[in-house]
């Protein structure tokens, strides 16, 4: 959340985090050069320096699957939630895993000749219209600068700064990179690995990541349409049944101008704002009031139900807008408020007053 | 050709690096506090951790500090549908791309 900036935003939930992600990468780095020295000997014998190479590469990929896996479940299994609070630190370290393989091979393959690295690595193999002896490092180099491009605009700063849309925008390049990357093993490793099981690893984990996102695009598409409501030029709508709303917890309307309203309940009274989070755009409708507040369950940003605004000393503010419970239903004022506007919550006793 | 060509790619990406990293210096030393006041009093560690991407970005952030100190609009957050329709498209583009390179991949093995 705003303040000044700090380099990382650690605690201890994002500590552990990070501490499992470098112990996972130590692990599998290890069991890949131990398993590697045992399949990959006698005739088929390689160097140690292709086995890291390997190592770090396969690494990378397998970390890229499970980012782009972790999104599309968060959104089909809330329990999957806390793997997207610190995905950020995930994607940068499947990044740098990324790099520790290219600048191996860059060593190793074009490091010792005339020509220095960058050059040789671009002019050494120019067969673009080959498939069998395509240029395949050319589409990991373009997936990691794309990797890089995203590392290094993690930071809250380039949120504020590109804007979130555009943010946003920059950072959906993931799914060219991860693109780029399979072609990358498809017309790389899969071209001298001839045994079966290496693409029916690379499939399947392709239609993993494509299956998941599409299913949870679809769903959640649908369940906009369902949670739509008609305006028709009314100012009062019907938004929800108050039984509908669980205690610290919200029902998502959507409007016909496509925006989206999470409608509260804290005790007896109902606050709606936009369903939006003002950091990233996680759906507020999905998370919880705690300690009074709205709490994102993306990143955890939190705002006061009445007023959209996040607790001092942080500056977020969302859209409200008006409430209004008669006779058991929400009514809700399609017309948002600007961003920190204070609205008195709608109370629950008004439903037994009629 | 093909060497030349390669050469060509590899001094201009490296002059654009170039300007990136000397601009990253400048601008993280006293450009960052004019273009965002959340980076007043804002860690070292900080500005060491944006110079990659003001570096990357350098036309991008030049910009911002040119237009530092005039009125930005609220930038918009953008509707969550059209986030995931966007998403969509790229799950909608991209399996038959895949499926289509990687059949390609496996029948010239």
Redesign the interface.
């Known amino acids: 959340m705003?303040?000044?900036?700090?380099?990382?935003q650690w605690n201890a939930h994002k500590r552990v985090y990070d501490l499992v992600i470098v112990t996972g990468i130590g692990l599998y780095v290890l069991l890949f050069l131990a398993a590697g020295s045992l399949v990959w000997r006698g005739d088929h014998a390689i160097s140690p320096m292709i086995l890291l190479i390997r190592a770090f590469g396969t690494c990378s990929l397998i970390m890229l699957h499970i980012v782009l896996c972790i999104g599309p479940l968060a959104r089909l299994e809330p329990r999957v939630a806390p793997l997207l609070y610190n995905r950020r630190h995930f994607g940068v370290a499947t990044f740098l895993v990324g790099l520790v393989h290219a600048a191996l091979v860059l060593l190793w393959y074009h490091g010792f000749g005339v020509?220095?690295p960058?050059?040789s690595l671009?002019?050494s193999n120019?067969q673009y219209r080959s498939?069998?002896a395509f240029p395949f490092e050319i589409l990991g180099a373009i997936a990691l600068l794309v990797l890089?491009?995203m590392?290094?605009?993690s930071?809250d700063?380039?949120l504020?700064?590109?804007?979130?849309?555009?943010w946003?925008?920059l950072h959906?390049c993931v799914?060219l990179a991860?693109?780029l990357l399979?072609?990358h093993v498809?017309?790389g490793a899969?071209?001298s690995e001839?045994a079966v099981i290496y693409?029916i690893v690379?499939?399947a984990g392709?239609v993993l990541v494509?299956s998941l996102?599409?299913v949870a695009?679809?769903r959640?598409?649908r369940r906009?349409r369902a949670r739509r409501v008609e305006v028709s030029g009314e100012q009062w709508i019907n938004a929800c049944k108050i039984s509908d709303i669980e205690e610290g917890a919200a029902v998502t309307v959507?409007l016909a101008?496509?925006?989206?309203v999470a409608v509260y309940r804290n005790g007896e009274n109902v606050s709606a704002l936009s369903?939006?989070c003002?950091h990233q755009?996680g759906?507020l409708g999905e998370g919880r009031i705690v300690g009074g507040c709205v709490t994102c369950p993306w990143h955890g940003y939190q705002y006061r139900p009445e007023d959209g605004q996040s607790p001092p000393p942080y500056t977020e503010k969302l859209p409200t807008y008006r409430l209004k419970v008669e006779a058991g239903t929400v009514m809700l004022d399609p017309t948002a408020l600007p961003?920190g506007t204070h609205v008195e919550p709608a109370r629950i006793e008004e439903v037994s007053h009629g | 050709m093909?060497?030349l060509?390669?050469?060509l790619?590899?001094i201009v990406l490296g002059a654009y690096a170039l300007i990136g990293v000397v601009f990253a210096i400048a601008f993280v030393t006293s450009g960052v506090t004019r273009?965002?006041h959340?980076?007043?009093?804002?860690?070292r560690?900080?500005r060491?951790?944006?110079i990659?991407?003001v570096a990357?970005?350098w036309p991008?952030?030049l910009a911002?500090w040119i237009a530092a100190g005039r009125p930005r609009g609220?930038?918009?957050?953008?509707?969550?549908?059209?986030?995931?329709?966007?998403?969509?498209r790229?799950?909608?583009i991209?399996?038959p791309?895949?499926v289509v390179?990687?059949i390609?991949?496996?029948i010239?093995?």
Do not use: C
Not at chain 1, 257 to 260: A, I, K, Y
């Open positions: 705003s303040v000044a900036y700090r380099t990382v020509l220095s960058p050059v671009l002019a120019v498939i069998s890089f491009l590392a290094a605009t930071h700063f380039w504020a700064n590109l804007s979130p849309r555009l946003k925008r959906m799914y991860y693109a399979v072609a498809a017309l899969l071209q001839r693409p690379l499939g392709v494509a996102h599409l695009g679809i959640e598409t906009n959507t101008s496509d925006e989206r369903d939006r003002a755009g759906p961003p | 093909a060497l060509i390669a050469r790619i590899v273009v965002d959340n980076a007043t009093g804002s860690t560690g900080f060491l951790i944006i990659p991407g990357a970005l991008v952030m911002r609220t930038a918009p957050v953008g509707s969550a549908s059209s986030d995931m329709a966007l998403h969509l790229w799950w909608l991209l399996p791309l895949l390179a990687f390609l991949a496996l010239n093995r």
